[in-house]
């Protein structure tokens, strides 16, 4: 991944996933200043997350002017020098949010194939695009429970895409939303043009304090970087799972999201990410920031501007 280009990225949460899908949101929330602003900070890739429903309905029935937009922000990233993650955040049947009520996927053939479907269109139209785009299948399957179902159609969708996008370099993510913990249940992968990927907000009580969106968070509670335990060896031992699952099968591991809450004082939110970048470049995992803008997690929020070198050093 780091060959081609995908060492030091970004995410653009909130754009085309996670959103009211409103034309003002698609055409507004970011536009080609950001794409620059990002080239200029010195990463070298996106990651685009999509919900489902930008690009096809309930039925399947795609979207054209979905397709387009994807295109339109593939070159605009090129125009910067900018490689981009295609990452599919919502599937129909799916949603790592339950509040999206979106169930019946992993135990539906019909949900299946119309995963793999819009993955076959993706491809058709994007494989071209192999030497600065990468596919990634499904974000943060949730439950242990899955699993098994997720392997098999994870590989049968690889193998279906693969008739219009051979060269594409696809990422892979186990359950716990991607945990690197479970990257050890993935099976081998389809082939050597496959990439695990997982994410990192641990400890979820330091980089989610505050958070209102999940049961593991008591809202009122704030910890600082310094009482927090967060150490070098406690990513060691977070990714020890991963990195002998990659070694295992000859691939190698890409993080798509990590990131602190903007409640966190942005001198231990730095901290934080100077611990975890050691670590990255240690291992030689590649990864992408949560996120660029808003959404909880911004890194361009003027929060930060008093610590914006520092922050970008570290990233």
Known sequence: MKEMGFHKGINF???????DYSEERLNGFITEKDFAQVAKWGFDHVRLPID???LENKD????DEGFARIEKALLMAKKYGLNMVIDLHKTAGFSFDEGEKEHGFFESRAYQEQF???WEALAERFGRYADMACFELLNEVTEA???DAWNEISHECIRRLRRYAPDTMVLVGSYENNSARTVAALTKPYDDKVVFNFHCYEPLKFTHQGAYWTDQIVPEERYSFAESNITDELFETLFRP???TA???GTELY????GVIDVVKPEDAVRWFQTIQRVFEKHHITRAVWTYKEMDFGISESRMDGVREELLRAL
């Open 13 to 19: 949460g909130g754009w085309f996933s996670q959103c």
């Open 52 to 54: 489902y429903n930008v």
């Open 60 to 63: 399947g029935i795609l979207c």
């Open 116 to 118: 793999y479907q819009l």
């Open 145 to 147: 429970v899955y699993i």
């Open 242 to 244: 991963a990195l002998e």
């Open 247 to 249: 070694e295992k099968y």
């Open 255 to 258: 993080c798509g999201e990590y």
